[in-house]
């Protein structure tokens, strides 16, 4: 039977978590709401999610392979590194995004009626991982068809790696989300920092090219770059470099990002709807 409980913002933890168990199927009508809403009125549809990988895999080919020259890890087609790099960026950017704008968006359900407001950032994960499936589907046919190139063994550990980027996103995701309610600005920044990062992460280039560089230190304190190359190392197989010392960093900041966000956002939450 049905539990008829009523918990309000600020209540402990154990009660915040059981409310939100409770209201578990709001969260399932969210989810596909949002997906809904992403293709609503599109004339392709669920096409963009192919369309915008295999635009980007084709610029970044062309500018970084043929006219930059780059190369990429020894035995690996350089369209297939890019476009891994870009399937692993595209649900960590896509989720990062939904989850930040998560509260803005649903301002008008905020302002209504109480109930755990996680549960917006956990459904605006839908859309990301839909696109993710996407563009995972045009990698396989790309790699296997076009290249030839089936998965490797490694790719036992690929749900790591969705789980850690995962973890990332909606780490980061939430305190952006709890903080663009009181300021706005938030909105604009968001945008400029998926434009920036998807060419400080290596997506388009190997971290091996950094890899005798005084600054590669730094490049493997970016959290995302083990996601990057932990994914193409999946797929692609020892042939494609990755530094495992990387996934230190993405652990520590992931959990203590997810910890302090989590926090933070039950702390601020019952005051949402004064700033909406």
Same mark, same amino acid.
């Given at each position: 039977m049905a539990r008829n409980i009523t918990i309000k913002a600020g209540g402990s933890a154990k009660e915040y978590w059981l409310d939100l168990w409770e209201h578990r199927q709001l969260l399932w009508i969210l989810s596909k709401r949002d997906i809904s809403v992403r293709y609503k009125q599109t004339l392709l549809g669920v096409a963009w999610s192919v369309i915008r990988p295999l635009a980007t895999m084709i610029v970044m080919t062309i500018a970084f392979s043929v006219v930059a020259r780059l190369r990429p890890d020894t035995g690996v087609p350089y369209p297939l590194m890019v476009l891994g790099g870009i399937t692993i960026w595209t649900f960590f950017s896509n989720t990062f995004v939904q989850i930040s704008n998560s509260i803005t968006l649903n301002s008008n359900l905020?302002?209504? !009626? %109480?109930?755990?407001? *996680? #549960?917006?950032? *956990? /459904?605006? !994960?839908? !859309? $990301?991982l839909v696109d993710f499936l996407i563009a995972f589907v045009l990698?396989? *046919?790309? /790699? !296997? #068809? $076009? %290249? $030839? %190139? *089936?998965? /490797? /063994?490694n790719i036992v550990f690929l749900p790591f790696f969705l789980i850690l980027t995962f973890i990332t996103a909606f780490g980061f995701g939430l305190f952006f989300a709890a903080v663009n309610v009181r300021f706005r600005d938030i909105g604009q920044l968001i945008p400029f920092l998926m434009q920036v990062g998807i060419y400080a992460c290596p997506i388009a280039y190997s971290s091996q090219m950094v890899a005798d560089t005084w600054f590669y230190k730094y490049h493997l304190l970016n959290p995302v770059v083990s996601l990057v190359d932990g994914f193409r190392w999946c797929l692609l197989g020892n042939n494609a470099y990755f530094d495992h010392r990387s996934l230190y960093s993405t652990i520590i900041v992931s959990a203590v990002a997810m910890i302090f966000s989590i926090s933070y956002f039950r702390k601020k939450e019952s005051s949402f709807v004064d700033h909406l």
């Open positions: 905020v302002a209504k !009626v %109480y109930f755990p407001r *996680l #549960i917006m950032p *956990l /459904s605006a !994960v839908s !859309v $990301g990698y396989l *046919l790309i /790699s !296997v #068809i $076009g %290249y $030839g %190139y *089936l998965p /490797s /063994s």
